[in-house]
């Protein structure tokens, strides 16, 4: 049960998927997280590195869409100056935005990427949908008060796993 919880890559930051490797394994599509994923939870807008790799995704055609749990105006303002689609108020990881995104990009499962900085809500909704999901060093450690419920959970369950030798890396 606890390997739906266990992502398929974990990398230090958003900035590691890059088109070329990407596409190299067929990815076409990335729906990826908003909060401490994208930018720290309490940064309105995107940063000029988030912009330039939004360029560099849709100049390579490889589509991207937000899927958030946080309300519609965080995540309307940050998507809407960089054209990107987006979810809000998703219920993650409930597995139907993330369905709904896969259809609306016109893309298989194998074609798209998830990303996310959580296990309980990120890898454990893209495990579910069935998708191959990466997860990412949270960008600060301070959070919202739900997200630190989580992660308090989320720690024990990495603990768990290091212990059983099913994870490798080092926080
Ligand atoms: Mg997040």
Redesign the pocket.
């Known amino acids: 049960m606890l390997s739906r919880f266990l992502p398929n890559e974990h990398v230090k930051s958003i900035f590691d998927l890059q088109p070329t490797t990407l596409k190299e394994r067929g990815i076409k599509g990335i729906i990826t997280?908003?909060?401490?994923?994208l930018v720290a939870w309490d940064v309105k807008d995107a940063t000029p590195e988030i912009i330039r790799w939004f360029q560099e995704m849709r100049e390579n055609d490889i589509k991207v869409t937000i899927i958030s749990n946080n309300n519609q105006e965080r995540v309307q303002v940050f998507s809407e100056p960089l054209e990107t689609p987006f979810v809000y108020s998703a219920r993650k990881p409930l597995s139907k935005a993330f369905k709904t995104v896969a259809k609306e990009m016109e893309l298989s499962k194998e074609e798209i990427v998830v990303v996310?900085?959580?296990l309980l809500t990120?890898v454990l909704g893209g495990n579910f949908a069935g998708f191959y999901t990466v997860l990412v060093v949270p960008i600060v450690e301070t959070d919202g008060k739900i997200t630190r419920i989580n992660r308090t959970i989320e720690r024990r369950i990495l603990n768990y796993m290091r212990r059983k030798g099913k994870i490798s890396w080092e926080e």
Request: proline fraction near 0%; charged fraction near 45%.
């Open positions: 997280d908003l909060d401490n994923t996310g900085d959580q990120d």
